[in-house]
Each structure stands twice: as structure tokens, then as C-alpha cells.
DNA sequence: AACATTTGACCGTC
DNA sequence: GACGGTCAAATGTT
């Protein structure tokens, strides 16, 4: 039965997480708690492989490598056609974002920030045969106010064929306008309009208020649907300023999770917008239970979310079961301590 | 009119 | 040459 080996290596992971976070109060050796982590790992590991047996979409991702490969925008010099026609392949995705999506197609992840596409592509999925159809449609997006502010902020939204419900968001550097998107502006309070808007601020208030009940369901059925990866990103500063996902979860708003973050002073190494991770080593969080990529990608950010449960099927995966273990008191989900 | 999206072409990398 | 990423003209939307 997949769903009990699956139930057991969640259970394992939760094991060994309330072991890792014995340990951090214990003078235990550094080498002991990694040892645990991959424990941890390797038992998430082993549910995504169960679960991609299962025919649930948690395929394994693609290495990314770290931002300090990032190609520089030249904007001293935007005129000339063949100033950046860099190929950047997957180098430098600071997040990613995987999204079970009943909600829309086009724009499964309303992250608050104002964005302009500019291309879009059928990609090859990894792995993928040569000779066989595109598994991916992306789209290129980037800031609205790259010209106007200088925002390099872009994104990708890639869309599985096998699966339109599933999209991935990766995003890469940071906002440097003054969008004040990052819910506080967006998704936490959405009656606090923010000035730098603009013309999109109304309407787009009215789409948020909308997603925002959209992923508050999500999260109320899914419990928290976030998922967060992090390895020996130098940057990180860069990343989760622009942290895509809207926090404004059930959790979030009865502040078990966020308390939990802060009581275990592990808001100390976040950003103000969310995460900033500090240290140079792994840093790993996971609260999705359904979607969880890889996790062998090298220093990236991986986020992931669920934004509707109106029409996410997860394969067979009972999800009530799940439930049961994201809402148990004791589950490291809820314990920063699991994000090491 | 201003802005956003679409889409084919182009370019750099592999 | 294939592929991924970007450009920019054409087109659509507000």
C-alpha cells in the first residue's frame, strides 16, 4: 500500500525531526544533527518517490545553481539588441514555486507583485526525450517596473502538459521597486492599499481579496501548503524579500506558524519579507504535503503551494490522512526546528 | 493613448 | 543543431 509506506515515512520524518530538535538543545555535534537532517531528507525522499508512484506530480527537479552565476542585466545599454541574450538554463532561480491550481490558468499565483510577460516558450521537461513534444509551456515574466524603477525582478511560469494544474513559478532576483507587495501590502492586508500600485492597485485589490479566500481555503484543507528549500544561497537576501507566496494562511493568521518561527527565534535569520536565511548551511522547510519537488537541486529555493483545494487532486492520496499528521500538535511542521 | 499580451525571430550556450 | 531565454513588432485590451 503506497499510502501507508508513505504514511510511514512521514511519520519517520516527524520522528526524526523531534529527535534533530531534541538534539539542538542537546551539546550534540553538528555532524549528529546533519546526520539527522538526512535522515529527514531521505525520508521525504522516499515519500516523493512513493508518491510519484502514485502518479502524483512531485517530480524530481533540476539542479539549479547559485545566483552568483547570475548574468547582470546591462540597462546602461538596453537599446543594444545583443546586450543580454545570455542562455541561462537553470542557473540562478532563486525560488520556485510548484502550484496545484484550480484557480486560474494564466495566473496561478498572484503573488502581489505587478508583473509583464514577455515571451513564452515550450520547453523541454528534464529528462525528456529529445524527440518527444514539449512537456512545459513557460512564460517569461517580468517586473512591470523594470523600465520605470529598474526592477530586475523576473519570473518563470512553466505549466506541465501532463497536468495543467500543476504549474511551477520560479523566480529569480529581487524587487527592487516599490511594490509593496509582500502581503503585508497584498495578502495580509488587503484593505491597506499601497500607494505605489497604481492603477492596477483596485482591481487588482479585488483579486486578491479573491485569492486571498482562495488560499485560505487551500490552507485551511491542506494546512499549509508551503514549501521552502534553501542551500548555501549567499543571497538568500535576495530571494525571499520577494517571496512570492502568499503567506496569509490559516496558520499564518493564528500565528502558529509565524509564532512558532518567532519563538524559536528563527525569525532572527528571516528577512523582513519572510526568510532570509542566514546560515551557510542547509536550510530546508517544508510544509506541503503534496508538493514537494525535489529535493536534490543545489542552492536554490524551492516553494511550494497549493492555491485552491476546489480542484486539486492529488492522484488517490487520502488527503485527510495527511491532515491528520500536518495538524498534529506534535508534527515538526509546526516546530521551525524542522527547517534546521 | 497607454499598456499588456502574443508570437516569431534572434542570439548565446551547450 | 537543439535548446532556452529574450527581443520587438503586431495585436489586443482598457
Known sequence: MEQEALLNELKEGRAVTNLLMKHL???????????????????????????????????????????????????????????????????????????????????????????????????????????????YIVGYYRCTHRHSQG??????????????????????????????????????SVSTESENEGNYSRKRQHQLEVKQKQAQQAFSSFGSGLKVKTEDLDNREDIFPSF???VESEQVKNGSFVEALMENDIMGNLSPAFISPATSESNYFSMSPCHMGS???DLTDIISAPTSVTNSPIGDLDISSLDKLE???????DNPEFFY
Open 244 to 246: 512570492p507566496f502568499p
Open 151 to 188: 526592477c530586475l525582478a523576473i519570473k518563470q511560469v512553466q505549466k506541465s502538459n501532463d497536468d495543467p494544474t500543476i504549474f511551477e513559478v520560479k523566480y529569480k532576483g529581487r524587487h527592487t521597486c516599490n511594490q509593496t507587495s509582500h502581503f503585508a501590502a497584498t495578502y495580509v
Open 25 to 135: 538543545h542537546l551539546p550534540s555535534s553538528h555532524q549528529t544533527r546533519l546526520v539527522l537532517i538526512e535522515k529527514i531528507l531521505g525520508s521525504y525522499e522516499n515519500a516523493l518517490s512513493i508518491l510519484n508512484c502514485n502518479g502524483l506530480v512531485v517530480e524530481t527537479k533540476p539542479s539549479l545553481s547559485t545566483m552568483e552565476s547570475l548574468p547582470s542585466i546591462d540597462h546602461s545599454s538596453p537599446d543594444k539588441r545583443d546586450v543580454f541574450k545570455k542562455r541561462k538554463t537553470s542557473s540562478g532561480w532563486t525560488e520556485q514555486l510548484r502550484v496545484c491550481s484550480g484557480t486560474s490558468l494564466d495566473n496561478p499565483v498572484d503573488d502581489g507583485f505587478c508583473w509583464r510577460k514577455y515571451g513564452q516558450k515550450a520547453i523541454l521537461g528534464s529528462n525528456f526525450p529529445r524527440n518527444v513534444k514539449p512537456e
Open 327 to 333: 495538524f498534529d500538535p506534535s508534527f515538526a511542521f
Open 295 to 297: 529535493f536534490e537541486s
